[in-house]
């Protein structure tokens, strides 16, 4: 079975400062690794993913996370938080099929000028 | 391109009543699949179409949840009778053939389903 833990309901911090939000996976298979946000009154978005290779993957708007196998880990981190940053992430799991994807519970993230 | 489009966003009734949900998938995506979150917690999937065929539904809660896709194109999640544990955010999610090549699940905005 696989679940995934995101420790952190909310996390407030302040506009330029550094976060990372936290996510932990258990899985007796192997798993490939994502990111969504849900951005206020919108759907869900790919934020990032992790598949194959490099264990550091970016996205477009400056958010990074790192696969961490031994600590079956996939932390998101970005080194300077914007407004627009405000949103809900959910770090997610799937197996090699894509047909299902298993979610945290969600991190809020609220940036304050 | 349109997205993943869901109707209604909000949706208030009371216990007993039946409430039906339609998700529209983006054009051509075969895959379609229902997600739901209660009450701030994780989001969980309830089931996954393969055109009109229900290709896993190890998610529904029980028998009171009713999935339909005629025809392979939008589709129905409809509520009889409704439950106040019922209560979440119902979401619509579409891709196409999943794999390697396609690993993204394209989301609508989701139903919220209020049971009084």
């Known amino acids: 079975a696989q679940s995934v833990t995101q420790l952190d309901s909310q996390v407030p911090v302040f506009e330029e400062a550094p976060v990372e939000l936290r996510c932990n996976y258990s899985?007796?298979?192997?798993?490939?690794l994502f990111w969504y946000v849900q951005y206020p009154n919108q759907g869900l978005q790919l934020l990032l993913k992790?598949?194959?290779?490099?264990?550091l993957v970016e996205s477009i708007n400056g958010f990074e996370a790192e696969f961490n196998k031994s600590q079956t880990s996939f932390h998101l981190r970005k080194p300077s938080v914007h407004i627009s940053d405000t949103a809900e992430y959910f770090c997610?799991?799937?197996?090699?099929?894509?047909?299902?994807?298993?979610f945290g519970s969600g991190t809020k993230l609220n940036v304050k000028p | 391109e349109a997205g993943v489009t869901q109707f209604p966003s909000h949706s208030v009734i009371e216990k007993g009543q039946t409430v039906t949900l339609r998700c529209d998938p983006i054009?051509?995506?075969?895959?379609l699949y229902w997600y739901r979150r209660v009450m701030g917690k994780e989001i969980k999937f309830l089931l996954h179409?393969?055109?009109?065929?229900?290709?896993?539904e190890s998610g529904m809660p029980n028998n009171r949840f009713l999935a339909e896709r005629t025809g392979g194109t939008y589709s129905t999640l409809k509520v009889q009778p409704a439950e106040l544990e019922d209560s979440g955010v119902y979401f619509c999610?579409?891709?196409?053939?999943?794999?390697?090549?396609?690993?993204?699940?394209?989301f609508g905005q989701g139903t919220r389903l209020t049971v009084v």
């Open positions: 999610a579409s891709s196409q053939a999943p794999g390697l090549l396609n690993t993204e699940a394209f």
């Open positions: 899985s007796s298979v192997s798993v490939y």
């Open positions: 992790y598949l194959s290779g490099s264990t």
């Open positions: 997610a799991v799937s197996k090699y099929n894509f047909n299902k994807f298993y």
């Open positions: 054009s051509g995506h075969d895959n």
């Open positions: 179409f393969v055109k009109e065929s229900k290709q896993d």
